[in-house]
């Protein structure tokens, strides 16, 4: 079964979190709307009155399947591909974590967005600098501490245990995202999360995700995804 | 088996989606840190080093399980209590629109808390009052509409067809929470969903809601929680 993956094609966004799952599992995947005549085929399966229409992208489509909202993508992924384990605990374990990043996906969007998602940045400049004070002050020390406390007491190497899950694989895209929006808020944080870092550093050398990285399906970092570069953001 | 949630005791929260399917389902549960000593047993949850700790409230004990995250805690009570279909497409879909839920619901406490979760209110009413603008001109019409359109195809008694989900449910405390906390632009606005409104007086009428909501165990709404009733946002 080919899968079909239907994301904004011009942005990592929420969407990486599905593309590295598939390219780590080595699935059969097309990004849909990075090809021809893709983006209205998007917008037609946004649009249907029946089935399982999804609210927002990213949305795959498995077989007869469609399936929306990132984490129950991930759910889905997860145990198809052995990318969670199969216990109800574990699967259920798994996905927890896979809810905390996405909740922390969502108060990184927010710093440069704190008015709203529907106004442009350049509107709300100012309280995006307030937002992204209390966000390293206050909640990045809190999700990442959290993370590398879970990762420490599973054995270090993944965060549950010796096995790589999706929840390992979205960890790897917030360090680089983070990387690259704030890199020198995060330089001078990354010493406090050393085990993270390595978290990070072992899934980008995963053979997979490696090949997929340096090749032309891996979009760039850019000012329209979750992960923005704002030198005003990063003091 | 005697379930453990454990929630800030003072609040509905994100810990009432969890509260009213355990009622709904008819479920054996204490409230924990409702009780005497249960802030510091919850507290206690919350540090552990092992296992699988939560990163914040809610989560329940159920048997050895400890699960953390509303809606994965819904996802779990759902498929023990007939709260969700079966079938995987139909547990899935279910948790889609949960997670949708969960999306709106932040988007809820930002409208009070667009500068961060640690800051009060009363250093962000400026960007409140922006945020909340935005958040009923844009956001409100969007996802009640992508609610009240998914029930509409779907017969128009519960968002699945005519089962209760615990979406449904969720879905009444959304309807309750808005009417609360914003009153008049709530009343402007329910002309638009008169499905929803429908949905919510049905899920009201339920017997195991209707009683828990009467009861001593339904904690009113206060400006603590997610709906909090600012006049000045209420326009």
């Avoid at 680089?176 to 929006?181: I, K, N, S, T, V």
Wanted: no cysteine; proline share 6%; aromatic share 12%.
């Amino acid at each position: 079964m080919r899968y079909e993956l239907y994301y904004w094609p011009d942005i990592q966004g929420r969407g990486e979190y599905v593309r590295l799952a598939l390219e780590e599992a080595g699935a059969d995947y097309v990004d849909v709307a990075r090809s021809d005549r893709g983006m209205s085929a998007m917008m037609k399966m946004m649009e249907a009155r029946s089935g399982t229409p999804p609210f927002a992208p990213p949305f795959l489509k498995a077989g007869r399947l469609v399936i929306g909202q990132t984490a129950n993508i991930l759910l889905y992924l997860g145990s198809h591909h052995g990318l969670a384990p199969k216990s109800e605990a574990g699967r259920l374990w798994v996905h927890q974590l896979q809810l905390t990043v996405a909740d922390f996906v969502l108060e990184i969007h927010d710093t440069h967005h704190p008015l709203g998602p529907s106004l442009y940045y350049e509107g709300q400049r100012q309280p995006a600098k307030k937002r992204t004070e209390e966000f390293w002050n206050e909640r990045v020390p809190k999700y990442l501490g959290y993370f590398a406390g879970v990762l420490t007491s599973n054995g270090g190497t993944y965060l549950t245990g010796r096995r790589v899950s999706y929840a390992d694989l979205s960890l790897f895209q917030i360090v680089e995202g983070l990387r690259y929006a704030t890199p020198k808020r995060m330089e001078a944080f990354e010493p406090e999360i050393p085990g993270l870092v390595d978290l990070h550093d072992r899934v980008a050398a995963r053979p997979n995700i490696k090949a997929y990285l340096s090749s032309d399906r891996r979009i760039p970092f850019n000012e329209e995804g979750i992960f923005r570069h704002y030198k005003e953001l990063d003091i």
